[in-house]
């Protein structure tokens, strides 16, 4: 069983950074795959940003360049470093790992971004 905190959001101006965390409660976290979702209202939730075992990362085409996905294994926990943020990345972010029979969410974090 793996169990996952979400923290870190909140409302921001456009052009503002946020840093999301999520720690886990999972022996072995080295070894998961992390993934940051997000659900706008009336919109389908979305995978942002992708880390791996080894640190590699990839990211949907509409954050390239603005988030960042990094994660410390010591501590348990990944993180999404948001900068240069639009209104349109206004959601609830969910953290996300898979096992082998269970897929594992976290709670969420609202993310405002507006004047």
């Known amino acids: 069983q793996v169990q996952l905190v979400e923290s870190g959001g909140g409302l921001v101006q456009p052009g503002g950074s946020l840093r999301l965390s999520c720690r886990a409660s999972a022996n072995f976290f080295s070894a998961y795959v992390m993934n940051w979702y997000r659900q706008a209202p009336g919109k389908q939730r979305e995978l942002v940003a992708t880390?791996?075992?080894?640190?590699?990362?990839n990211y949907a085409d509409s954050v390239k360049g603005r988030f960042t996905i990094s994660r410390d294994n010591t501590k348990n926990t990944v993180y999404l470093q948001m900068n240069s943020l639009k209104p349109e990345d206004t959601a609830v972010y969910y953290c996300n790992t898979e096992g082998r029979y269970s897929v594992y969410w976290g709670q969420g974090t609202q993310v405002t971004v507006s004047s």
């Open positions: 880390i791996n075992s080894g640190a590699s990362t």
